[in-house]
C-alpha cells in the first residue's frame, strides 16, 4: 500500500512539472505606436528543425499567422536563409530581392529544439521577426514546454508551440488596442 501511494505521490509530482513558458519582447519599438507598415508579407524560415516536423511547423505557422493578416511564404525556398541561423545575418542585396521580386517586407526565424531528459521531453521554440530589408529585430518570443515523454507525441506538441508562438504575437500586436477602449 505504502509503494502504491508513494508511486502516486511521484506520478502526481511529474505530471505538475509538465508545463508552459512564454516570454516576449514585445516590439522592440520603444514606446512609438506600430508602424503603419507592419510587415504584411513575410517568409518563415526554421532553423534547427527536425526536418520530419519542419513542414508540419511551418503548416501551423503559416495557417496562425494568416488570421493574424500576415501572408506567410516558406523561407526554405529562398537563397541566404541559413545565414541568418548562423548569426551571419541575411545581405541586403537578398533582403533587397526579396522585398522587389516577392514583396516580402519581414523574414520569421524560427528555432526549434526538442531534447528528452527523463522523464521529460523538452520543447523550445523561439520565433523573431525580422524587418526586411533593414535587418532590424522587430519582434520575438520564446515558448518552451516540457511534457512526460512516455506520453508525448512529438508532432503535435511541435505544432502547439509553433501555434503558441503567434499567440503570442497576436496578443503584442492587438494589446494596445484592448488597452484603448
Known amino acids: 500500500m505504502a509503494r502504491k501511494a508513494g508511486f502516486l505521490v511521484l506520478l502526481l ?3 505538475a512539472s509538465c508545463g508552459v513558458s512564454r516570454t516576449t519582447s514585445g516590439f ?3 514606446d512609438r ?3 503603419a507598415d507592419f510587415p504584411k508579407r513575410a517568409v518563415v524560415y526554421l532553423c534547427e528543425a527536425d526536418t520530419s516536423l519542419r513542414p508540419d511547423v ?3 505557422l503559416t495557417g496562425a499567422m494568416a488570421g493574424v493578416g500576415i501572408r506567410v511564404l516558406d523561407g526554405g525556398k529562398v537563397r541566404g536563409m541559413e545565414r541568418i541561423c548562423s548569426g551571419e545575418g541575411f545581405s541586403q ?3 533587397e530581392a526579396l522585398r522587389d521580386n516577392m514583396g516580402v517586407e519581414g523574414i520569421f526565424v524560427g528555432n526549434f529544439t526538442q531534447r528528452r531528459v527523463e522523464p521529460l521531453l523538452l520543447t523550445r521554440f523561439e520565433l523573431k521577426l525580422i524587418g526586411n530589408p533593414s535587418g532590424a529585430l522587430i ?4 515558448v518552451e514546454t ?3 515523454a512516455s506520453t508525448a507525441n512529438v508532432k503535435t506538441i511541435g505544432v502547439r508551440v509553433a501555434e503558441m508562438a503567434v499567440e503570442s504575437l497576436r496578443g503584442d500586436l492587438f494589446a494596445k488596442a484592448k488597452g484603448k477602449k
Open 33 to 35: 505606436p506600430l508602424p
Open 28 to 30: 522592440v519599438l520603444g
Open 93 to 95: 542585396g537578398n533582403g
Open 146 to 148: 516540457d511534457h512526460l
Open 58 to 60: 511551418i503548416e501551423a
Open 13 to 15: 509530482l511529474l505530471s
Open 139 to 142: 519582434w520575438s518570443t520564446k
